[in-house]
């Protein structure tokens, strides 16, 4: 198994998820989790735009609240957005009332800023069976490469050989703009966009 790869039994277990983008061709689908935050957003955002590409953030209300001025700067820029609850909740900790009224007050933040979004990520990827029903409004989207960018035992070359092992044509790769991932983040980043760029690949946004 590859270890930055999304294992094909969850894909098989949770098929109406979105895992990947199939028929894209030689594109690949940028996400990063838990933003906005000064600190490293708009890095993310900086970098993004050397390249001249778009991508999408799932963004946690709460940050959204305390960082408006960074999430205005992302929508401003192009970039794709989804609901990512209010606090960061954990789908298989959390009552499902509780969480159901998290995501709601997730989009009431971005309502703030008149927008609305159907894209919608659960933390740590956990979700129960009927969370899933509920939200049956909205495109719950997984991903097929995992950078873990925010694991800290793992060196950034180790994690780029991965991640490069592991895209494929149509893939959803998730990063994470918040700090525990910021050391790996910002030498991966740069290099994964360039290695594929090189390769013919273009980037887009969900
Ligand atoms: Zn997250």
């Given at each position: 198994m590859v270890p930055h790869k999304t294992p094909s039994l969850f894909k098989y277990i949770w098929p109406s998820l979105v895992w990947n983008v199939p028929n894209a061709g030689k594109?690949?689908?940028?996400?990063?989790?838990?933003?906005?935050?000064?600190?490293?957003?708009?890095?993310?955002?900086?970098t993004l735009a050397q390249f001249n590409i778009k991508a999408t953030f799932f963004c946690v209300g709460e940050n959204v609240d305390k960082h408006p001025e960074v999430f205005d700067k992302l929508l401003l820029e192009?970039?794709?957005?989804?609901?990512?609850?209010?606090?960061?909740?954990?789908?298989?900790?959390?009552?499902?009332?509780?969480?159901?009224?998290?995501?709601?007050?997730?989009?009431?933040?971005?309502a703030k800023h008149?927008?609305?979004?159907?894209?919608?990520?659960?933390?740590?990827?956990?979700?129960?069976?009927?969370?899933?029903?509920?939200?049956?409004?909205?495109?719950?989207?997984?991903?097929?490469?995992?950078?873990?960018?925010?694991?800290?035992?793992?060196?950034?070359?180790?994690?780029?050989?991965?991640?490069?092992k592991a895209t494929q044509p149509g893939s959803i790769v998730v990063f994470h703009d918040n700090l525990k991932a910021e050391k790996n983040l910002k030498v991966v980043l740069p290099k994964y966009i360039q290695h594929f760029l090189n390769q013919g690949y273009q980037f887009g946004r969900l």
């Open positions: 594109k690949i689908f940028l996400t990063f989790d838990d933003g906005p935050i000064p600190e490293l957003t708009e890095w993310v955002l900086e192009g970039h794709s957005i989804g609901n990512h609850t209010h606090h960061h909740l954990n789908g298989r900790k959390a009552l499902t009332q509780n969480y159901l009224d998290n995501v709601a007050l997730c989009d009431e933040a971005l008149n927008e609305t979004t159907e894209l919608f990520r659960p933390p740590y990827g956990r979700l129960k069976t009927r969370q899933r029903k509920l939200l049956k409004n909205r495109k719950v989207v997984m991903w097929d490469v995992l950078s873990k960018d925010y694991d800290q035992s793992l060196s950034p070359e180790i994690i780029l050989d991965g991640i490069i």
